[in-house]
């Protein structure tokens, strides 16, 4: 074959769409042993969106207008890494080639090769780093070299796909969640690197004809008669693509009086915003947000945020959503975005930032880097944004009520520089839709340092008692900050879901006594579980070093439906 028409490529586009999708299952065990397990969901959702608007795309004669229409319908649905990296994959420079009702082997495998350059312009990966570039640069190399046929370079594509996607087995992450897992993350294939090679297998397929059976996911040896029959873990809710829809729905019949809907997206902003304000906009998604509830979205009120852009369970938002909340919330005086440091975030939230610009409206970013666990200092901006974003949203808040946008950036970046924190995990949460929590463990064994997703830690080690466990990440605190006698700070204790206020205030108690005897001044101290990671078990602890100027804003009031100072 020689020749592919428009047609041919919507039904091949349709195949690899149904490749992965059923194929959910598989990517989301693949991403569960060194991430956070969304990204089988989120590729599910991404294709989803591409099939609806495939399949009304019959009519189309402009090969690269399907690409194009393609990976934007990929985009908004997704969110998340994935959202924006597989969507550039598809789209390419599609839109800015002319209109072609066919193409030719040649003229694909460039498209490819447009993708890779794109994808890596965007995330700067390099094979190697164990991201979908490994399965990916292999794979448009071998097509570049065999254009004879679609079939001869579908089938040289297939084979560079997986063996990329087999080396990432042997590769330190450096790139996504894993990458704070260090040598762990060894012996695992990359979620991205597997999703490219199943496109790619897929693709040699609808040439061919060939049925290339679908990769199987390995049964556990403690799996319990009759489990396949379950749906997923018992939780109340309806279809779990509907969750964050429903739980918006909600929030909004209870508090509604004060906040609202943001038009044709999915986001929230105050109903209520005084002209001239600089607008806090922060999010629900992967550095928080939907499964991290009360954080972020339900954190709209007085000095605190002014809209909150929604994503999907632990995904965050695309750039349409995050650009549509932040105009809406907009009064002129620019807006300050301010979210967890997360490969998904940082590329949705800069494109969001690209686009508010073009339309004259200014916006600065401050991306809360706390988690200490995750890498060392001299990689201070690798770092997670974890519980420690509670202490930051209530700086931020008050800054944006009272000061223009240049100065509220310079006390939350002043804030966010001085704040610290680490955790361990319990117990694994449990995505909406699966059966599996994302880690386990034995019943004697923690995850030190794990993040807010459920991703797992950079260390298992033995259960330890409460005040033992408090001393350890106190220690790593104080060695990491600096912090010592004289300084003054805030603390929060956050639990991350189903611990108990028991266990999280028998932990506050230990904190307080270790930092009075260090000498080490509280000026306040808070416990809660506000960011949460749906039914997980663990806690963290946040240090913020303060000033009086902190202070002052600390101590402002502050009112929203879950977080309330007075």
């Not at 090769?113 to 979908?132: F, R, S």
Request: with cysteine.
């Amino acid at each position: 074959m020689k020749i592919i028409n428009c047609e041919q490529i919507r039904r091949m586009l349709l195949s690899c769409a149904d490749r992965i999708i059923r194929n959910e299952p598989y990517l989301t065990t693949v991403d569960s042993a060194i991430g956070d397990g969304d990204h089988g969901i989120g590729m599910k959702n991404g294709m989803t969106a591409a099939r609806k608007y495939l399949e009304t795309a019959e009519g189309e004669t402009n090969v690269y207008a399907l690409y194009a229409n393609m990976a934007e319908a990929m985009q908004q649905a997704m969110g998340g890494a994935s959202g924006m990296i597989f969507s550039t994959l598809f789209a390419g420079r599609a839109a800015e080639k002319a209109p072609a009702e066919e193409i030719t082997p040649s003229d694909l495998a460039n498209q490819m090769k447009e993708g890779l350059q794109a994808i890596q312009e965007l995330g700067h990966a390099e094979v190697g780093d164990k991201t979908m570039v490994d399965a990916l640069a292999p794979a448009v190399e071998a097509m570049l070299g065999n254009t004879s046929s679609f079939e001869e370079m579908f089938k040289a594509g297939e084979a560079g796909a997986k063996a990329g996607m087999e080396k990432t087995k042997d590769y330190i992450a450096r790139f996504g969640r894993a990458k704070s897992l260090g040598k762990r993350a060894i012996g695992h294939q990359d979620a991205g690197a597997t999703s490219t090679w199943l496109i790619f297998v897929e693709m040699f397929d609808f040439v061919t004809g060939n049925k290339t059976p679908d990769p199987v996911i390995e049964k556990k040896t403690d799996d319990k008669a009759g489990e396949a029959d379950i749906k997923w873990k018992k939780k109340i809710i309806n279809d779990p693509a509907d969750v964050v829809k429903e739980e918006g729905e909600g929030f909004l019949f209870a508090f509604g009086d004060k906040i609202a809907a943001v038009p044709g997206v999915n986001g929230l902003v105050k109903k209520e915003i005084p002209e001239g304000k600089t607008a806090l906009v922060i999010y629900r998604s992967k550095s928080g947000g939907s499964g991290h509830e009360p954080m972020f979205g339900f954190f709209l009120g007085e000095n605190l945020a002014d809209a909150a852009a929604n994503g999907n369970v632990f995904a965050s938002p695309d750039p349409v959503t995050i650009t549509k909340t932040a105009e809406t919330a907009d009064r002129g005086a620019g807006v300050m975005f301010l979210y967890g440091n997360y490969a998904g975030d940082n590329l949705n939230f800069d494109k969001a930032a690209e686009n508010l610009e073009k339309e004259g409206i200014h916006s600065r970013t401050v991306r809360v880097m706390d988690d200490v666990a995750s890498a060392p200092k001299e990689r201070y901006t690798d770092r997670r944004g974890i519980a420690g974003d509670v202490l930051m949203l209530k700086i931020a808040g008050a800054a944006c009520a009272e000061m223009p946008l240049e100065e509220a950036y310079r006390v939350a970046t002043k804030a966010r520089n001085n704040l610290f924190t680490v955790g361990v995990g319990l117990e694994g949460a449990t995505i909406p839709g699966q059966k599996e929590p994302i880690f386990t463990l034995p019943a004697d064994e923690m995850e030190y340092g794990l993040g807010i997703h459920g991703e797992p830690g950079i260390e298992r080690i033995k259960m330890q008692s409460a005040d033992e466990i408090v001393e350890k990440l106190v220690d790593v605190i104080l060695a990491d900050s600096g912090i010592g006698a004289g300084d003054t700070v805030c603390t929060y204790v956050n639990g991350l879901g189903s611990t108990t206020m028991m266990e999280l205030m028998i932990m506050n108690r230990k904190l307080a006594l270790i930092l009075k005897e260090k000498g080490i001044l509280v000026h306040d101290m808070d416990v809660n579980s506000l960011v949460t990671t749906m039914e997980m078990a663990g806690a963290s602890i946040s240090l913020m070093k303060m000033d009086e100027e902190l202070i002052r804003l600390y101590d402002k009031p502050c009112s929203s439906p879950y977080y309330t100072k007075l």
